[in-house]
């Protein structure tokens, strides 16, 4: 069997598939971190740019927009999955440096309204999709991020897979739907440079992708279902041509969804080690950001590539800047939404800091990643002493998880100044009790 | 400046540009094929499935599908760029491997319907989008092709400069539209593969990108500029990193919609100077088909790769057979869309002298690819005498080019099972008038 088959297998017996309590609960703090994400990014540019540009396609149709509005199954995909990933407060599974939820919960939320589906089944269809993006994401490994953007790529398939399930499609639509989706994968790692706001878009355009090609394989399209493994197929087209022999292994026996990265800071999570490790030090040694002389962070390379910008000017740009986040959080304590306000990114106090802190590739840390996101974070003060520590992991990843309650003080922060207080703390219950929901009202 | 400022500002300017009626006559050559195209399609599948599939965003908006129905803006994009490139018969941009009417004119008259331009105005933004993407496509060369397919591709930027010229969008938001286009560019060549539906869907979905990118862009939407150039852009993911120095020079020299390749035969490109050398040969020699004992066909390896099939088993599969189509060509003398009907595909007059094909990479014709397009033809005869002829370049192709009146004659094949023969001639006469033409009524 190929790739897409075995996956369209495993989504179409899903349907009759056991699912744990500790899965089904794994998947709500997942959804609650999303809805966290997507009430944070839908006031954000390019969001309500991008719902203009598609006017044509709102006001009618049953899937929903954050406030409520009516949108066409594929445009609210498209809107929604760009509002989740543009606050750079969206989970990650770090062995496929992937964001899973944006494209997934959009293209579940968006089919589940449209077919107003119960809360169990809009719950299993996120759960299978993120179950088949993170194996194929896996599997393509770094080569594929260095020019490739994970979520935009990687993303088609857990929007694909959960369109699929809610749409009912049997095993070979599914994988017909999987492999579609495959031909429609895009992101190109350049669109994160310069003060570009495409970046979300692709986790966008991939939940629109996954939902478009299920319905497309729901009327009868059939693709290539040898697309991730073939001679031109994505494994060497968007990566170093990868082993898909076991690629799958782990499908039944491991959920995916319960070893999730949830954000713990405001901004790319290629700059939480560097963050956590220099708020310990300060904790530690009690050290005044105005007696730091120098910090050296010391990380692996891609976080450098991604996150490496020494003069941010832009929202965008600052949230990708290890200088300004760690500047940040020693100045102000946190990394949060208030980080990049406009009076922020100027302010001479944090300029100044940047200033002083060094980057440097740790090969250490390089020969850990994707599995382990590490740095060593030296501050050395103008009394001329150096503390030095290593930071192994970072709050929020599996290893050092944020609690139920951690996870629900996030939402309610996100939430309140989109919703207020009273919608959101409703919300926030409705979210935790989904599994016995009869439809996805509460979700709009 | 950056590739994308350039295209930016050629797109712009190209507003107040003169253009020569010899210009505006070849894009009304290029017109007239691409309707037929779209027609030809618009009834097989996938193009009913798709739309099926997009049904809540039909019935609304101005745009229109073939037969009149109403789509939103994006949807008639995604569906006419899908019927264009279904049936095999579109134009094709030879040195840059690329099909440009169908991304480009579905985009093109999906925007200006939508919009209720007048003839000039959608003739020259389709020009545009002709000039911009052939030098994209030429520029990401071969390496390019191996993995991808340059019509889903690089079919987004004809997408795009269309429908930004028709938005009005000025040299900066153009660039920004091209640019945002480039990160959702998609298509693989494993997706040709087995007996998917898939790639017509490439040059649908290009359509849909384009206008998506330039419809965000006339709100503010900001991409990266460096996209084409970048470290991680496109020309390094997605090709050997060429040089984009030079790729722009003629464009304001030369227009590339003077030289496209027209099909005459109804099948993929590549199988054409192997058709046209058969059929040369058999009608120099008056070979009748049940006399041949063999046949060799040496011609360029990208021919064999794509068209290679020996034993295609479905309409799609045998539209990339070479020894299916010449096969076809000397028992029914040309290759046209019954061609392809079922009792055709399985007749046993075929699959045997299909079993007697041979096919081979000739290195001469190879070094040539793509700016020449030849085959080395070879038919040996029951009685035992040796047939070769060296097919230079293929019927259709602009150094040696269809008329206008077969231009005609292959639109009004085209069309007339679809339309009959009345509306047929009437829309024939409306595409050859078309820059005087107030609206785009005629066309739907």
Redesign the interface.
């Given at each position: 069997m190929f790739v897409s088959e075995k996956l369209g297998q495993y989504t179409a017996d899903f349907h009759t598939a056991a699912v744990s309590d500790n899965v089904i609960h794994h998947a709500k703090r997942a959804l609650v971190d999303w809805y966290g994400a997507l009430l944070a990014g839908y006031p954000m540019?390019?969001t309500p740019?991008?719902e203009?540009?598609?006017a044509?396609?709102l006001d009618?149709?049953r899937a929903r927009l954050p406030l409520g509005r009516a949108a066409?199954?594929?445009a609210a995909a498209l809107i929604n999955g760009t509002a989740s990933h543009t606050a750079e407060v969206d989970d990650i599974y770090r062995e496929a440096i992937y964001h899973p939820g944006a494209p997934t919960f959009s293209a579940a939320m968006a089919v589940g309204q449209?077919l107003n589906v119960n809360g169990m089944a809009f719950l299993k269809a996120s759960i299978a999709g993120y179950e088949t993006s993170t194996r194929i994401g896996r599997t393509m490994g770094r080569t594929h991020y260095?020019?490739?953007h994970n979520t935009?790529t990687v993303g088609t398939f857990g929007a694909a897979t959960a369109a699929a399930y809610l749409l009912g499609l049997n095993a070979v639509q599914t994988a017909n739907a999987i492999?579609?989706s495959?031909?429609?994968?895009?992101?190109?790692?350049?669109?994160?440079?310069?003060?570009?706001?495409?970046k979300p878009?692709?986790s966008g355009?991939a939940a629109e992708?996954g939902v478009?090609a299920a319905?497309?394989a729901?009327?009868?399209?059939?693709?290539?279902?040898?697309?991730f493994e073939?001679?031109?197929?994505?494994g060497?087209?968007?990566s170093n041509g990868p082993d898909w022999t076991h690629a799958l292994d782990d499908l039944h026996a491991q959920f995916n969804i319960t070893s999730m990265t949830f954000k713990n800071h405001a901004c790319c999570g290629h700059t939480f080690a560097p963050i956590d490790g220099a708020l310990t030090l300060q904790q530690q040694h009690g050290i005044a950001a105005e007696n730091i002389d120098r910090i050296i962070i010391a990380t692996y390379s891609p976080a450098i590539a991604v996150a490496g910008n020494t003069n941010p000017t832009t929202a965008p740009e600052a949230r990708f800047s290890i200088p300004f986040v760690v500047a940040t959080a020693l100045i102000h304590g946190s990394v949060r939404l208030a980080a990049f306000d406009s009076e922020r990114l100027t302010a001479p106090a944090i300029r100044a800091l940047m200033s002083r802190i060094e980057l440097q590739v740790d090969p250490a840390a390089d020969s850990k990643f994707p599995g382990q996101r590490s740095a060593q974070v030296t501050i050395i003060t103008r009394d001329g002493k150096e503390h030095l520590m290593l930071q192994p992991t970072r709050k929020g990843d599996p290893d050092m998880p944020l609690t139920d309650v951690e996870l629900n003080d996030k939402f309610i922060e996100l939430a309140v100044p989109v919703l207020g207080g009273e919608r959101s703390a409703a919300l926030s219950e409705a979210l935790w009790r989904m599994e016995g929901a009869g439809d996805l009202s509460a979700m709009c």
């Open positions: 540019a390019p740019m991008v203009k540009s598609l044509l396609e009618q149709g066409s199954t594929r449209a260095k020019h490739w935009g492999a579609l495959a031909t429609f994968a895009a992101g190109l790692q350049q669109a994160f440079k310069l003060d570009s706001l495409a878009l692709h355009r992708a478009t319905l497309m729901q009327q009868g399209v059939i693709s290539s279902l040898d697309v073939g001679e031109v197929g994505l060497r087209a968007m």
